[in-house]
């Protein structure tokens, strides 16, 4: 035991020792608030696009300006429905909510805003900002789109040119071409929203030319059923399915990708640790010193340390992010307590350290014994690809988890006990049945004693019989007949 001690104490500091992974680890919460901020930083930080309409008719260009003017409106609600659920239903922000359902301007809802909410307001805009053309034919127009002319205005300071110019070319029997000039041939929401915007008036033109009262049609296009999703599980009076009700579902999914990810990456740590030991004569030495088994086994518990620091962290990360982003943007509804309530759900928790000491058992011996065959990490590359793909499955099977956790072939994957644990993980809070339950761990526990059993036969022959990377290659060439026995 004190062998399989000191070796373990050994591989555990060689990687939590070094000021790269303490770095590392504390790089996490800015990771994480930066995956949650940088898609609203960058929508932010892309210019506003200015583009022109060339309508004769003017009809189709007031739908396109009406139709940017309701987008901008709705980005102005959801800052005064951000700012009720953080401060309370207040006087002020009432009326600001019911003016813009009123159909006001945001110069008007603006002006019902008190200072400090009203910086809050300025952070909306839109992505695009229909001015006035200077010219009406393309040909005028083109040094505008190619940026050799600026327009006549400017913004801080910037000078501005035009993204695209829309040509509404309407004919006799009423149907509309639309000509989109660009240098931008990716963008397409611009594009889009322009082409809605002008059906939808052509239809307003068609139903109006059929006779139509246009408000009857509003009305009926307004129809839609109310579909409320509810459960059986629970009591008459309660029960519709709420989000707090869908989070260990999505908790468990989560907790499963986690899984996975420690798992590969741990037992990427061996593969490599093993690798460089042995070209470097260190794994001789622990040999010399302590029994094969101890060496194994002390490598395997060494940086399953390593690996639950490595949960802690993220764990202290998650909380750190979680109260960081609390502050900023408040407990929205009480959201947050709903998710910490879920995360730490000891039928999640209980099951996540379960399946994670024995997936890692498995997967961990397994890339032991590869690391200890090759000389390399490019002789280990050939033997990794097989269980790179094996370790692709259950990650594409989560990822099929999230829409329905209660397939068929999840239950099936379920008892392949390489996949065991993290399959599980995800199909726990559809309470799968007892036996299923019983079944699979039952599998992967007798799996990983085999597992374990074979890797550790395999890691002798590669650390003590200097057996290569054509380890499996003559092993199998033993077991079956070749042709010349067979003569």
Known sequence: MRHIYLIARREYLSYVA????WVSLGMIPVFLLLGMALPGFLDRASPVRNFVVIDQSTQYSAAIE??????KMEMVAE??????????????????????LDGRSESEVAALLGPQRQIALSAVRANFRMVDAPAQTIEQLRPFLLEEQALDFEIDGKAQYLHAAIFVEPSQDGAVTLKYWSTNVNENRLRRQVRNAVRDQ?????????????????????????VTSLSPEKAADNAEITSEDRLPFFMAVMFAFVLWSVVFSVANMLLTSVIEEKSNKILDSLLCAAPLRSVLMGKLFGVAAVSFTLLAGWAFAALISAALAGSVIGDVGGKMGGVLSAATDPGLLIPFFGYFVFGYLMFGSVFLALGSLCESLQEAQTLMTPMIFLMMVPM???????QDPESPILAILSWIPLFTPYIMMARLPTDPPLIEIIGTTLLMVASTALVLLAASKVFRAGAMQQAGADYFKKMLSKWLPSKNKAA
């Open 18 to 21: 070094t000021v790269g992974f």
């Open 79 to 100: 800052v005064i429905d951000a700012l009720i659920s953080v401060e309370g239903e207040t006087s002020e922000l009432l009326t600001a909510k019911q003016a813009i």
């Open 202 to 226: 052509m239809r307003i033109n068609g139903f109006a030319k059929a006779g139509v009262d246009l408000k009857l049609v509003s009305q009926i296009a307004e129809l839609a059923p109310v």
């Open 396 to 402: 594409m099977a989560l990822m099929f988890a999230m």
């Open 66 to 71: 009406r139709s940017f003017a309701s987008d």
